[in-house]
């Protein structure tokens, strides 16, 4: 099983709809969480962390379920500009980063 | 958010040289520096981990003769890819870490081996 996997997508989705990624995560004592964004050829710029409790920023939802092993990300309202890659990324115990490969996330007129 | 740089953005280089890749935190101390690199439509690969004034600890099969990764401040690391090959070509990314858990990203280098 690989330590962080997410579904690659695509996921085509209309303008204004609501879309939800999850990815699930291996090592139980992962220590923190995060949301990537990733446009086409260009660096991943952080979209948000994931807190136990939930984190809510605008149109975006993350959250953490430890005893399932899963983050997920919520979009509500997609945008044409939310189309892009979305990558999870999971710290261990030792703090070293691990990355899922990413959904793609495709939001059409 | 944090600002990484990282110089330069493109390069082209002959067969058998060596290429030096800088990144830079501009506005925090990056205690951790950690090298990437990306083939088209595929997911991020870590490389190596750059602690401040240590050795480079390096992922399982990349080798740490051909890439060498220098973290000599709390504000700089740089990779130098030796004797480069055209399997070299690939986008190499570099992100740092200061005292939280987050991760900065530079904006990438293009590595093109003729």
């Known amino acids: 099983r690989k330590e962080v996997e997410q579904d690659p997508g695509p996921f085509n989705v209309p303008e204004g709809a609501t879309v939800a990624f999850n990815c699930t995560y291996s090592?139980?004592?992962?220590?923190?969480f995060f949301w990537y964004r990733q446009d086409c050829r260009k660096e991943p710029k952080l979209l948000m962390s994931?807190?136990?409790s939930g984190n809510e920023d605008g149109r975006f939802t993350a959250q953490l379920n430890r005893a399932s092993q899963y983050i997920s990300l919520l979009i509500r309202d997609s945008k044409l500009s939310d189309s892009a890659t979305y990558l999870c990324?999971?710290?261990?115990?030792?703090?070293?980063?691990?990355f899922g490969r990413g959904t793609s996330l495709i939001v059409h007129p | 958010g944090a600002v990484v740089s990282q110089h330069p953005s493109r390069v082209i280089c002959k067969s058998g040289t060596s290429v030096k890749i800088e990144c830079r935190s501009l506005?925090?101390?990056?205690?951790?520096m950690f090298w990437y690199r990306q083939f088209p439509k595929k997911s991020l690969m870590l490389m190596a981990t750059s602690n401040e004034g240590s050795k480079a600890t390096y992922e399982q099969g990349v080798e740490k003769d051909k890439f060498l990764i220098n973290h000599a401040s709390l504000t700089l690391s740089t990779l130098t890819v030796t004797s480069a090959h055209p399997e070299d070509s690939s986008f190499y990314i570099c992100s740092a870490k200061g005292g939280t858990y987050e991760q900065y990203f530079g904006p990438g280098t293009r590595l093109t081996v003729t």
């Open positions: 506005d925090f101390q990056a205690t951790t």
């Open positions: 090592n139980s004592a992962s220590q923190s």
């Open positions: 990324v999971v710290n261990g115990g030792s703090y070293i980063p691990t």
């Open positions: 994931v807190y136990s």
